[in-house]
Nanobody, 123 residues
Framework: QPQLVESGGGLVQPGGSLRLSCAVS????????FGWFRQAPGKEREGVSG????????YYADSVRGRFTISKDRVEEIFYLEMNNLEPEDTAVYYC????????????????WGQGTQVTVSS
């Protein structure tokens, strides 16, 4: 049974940094694209960043480009979202997801999801 488990969320001041991790099990890591999504209260879930199975193609929402970086460790079977220069508008529950064929940050293209981790940016 595929399982994705996020960690690394928390409370941080504006301008601060966090690194989210997503540990993957129960699926063949190299066969999946991975993505990060977020959902703030009263808003729809939005795509934040994604990475192709090859690792050569990455996607970023305009609101986070230049501040967030997605990466993965094939050996440990974990992927990450490094978040720098955080803003209050980044406050949300962050979800990691895996999809066999995605090519975008459309959440409908992703098959497996983690439970979410809260990120709060506030002074």
């Amino acid at each position: 049974q595929p399982q994705l488990v996020e960690s690394g969320g928390g409370l941080v001041q504006p301008g601060g940094s966090l690194r989210l991790s997503c540990a993957v099990s129960g699926l063949y890591f190299d066969s999946y694209d991975f993505g990060w999504f977020r959902q703030a209260p009263g808003k729809e879930r939005e795509g934040v960043s994604g990475m192709s199975k090859s690792g050569f193609i990455t996607y970023y929402a305009d609101s986070v480009r230049g501040r967030f970086t997605i990466s993965k460790d094939r050996v440990e079977e974990i992927f990450y979202l490094e978040m720098n220069n955080l803003e209050p508008e980044d406050t949300a529950v962050y979800y990691c997801a895996a999809g066999y064929v995605t090519g975008s940050l459309n959440p409908d293209q992703y098959d497996y999801w983690g439970q979410g981790t809260q990120v709060t940016v506030s002074s």
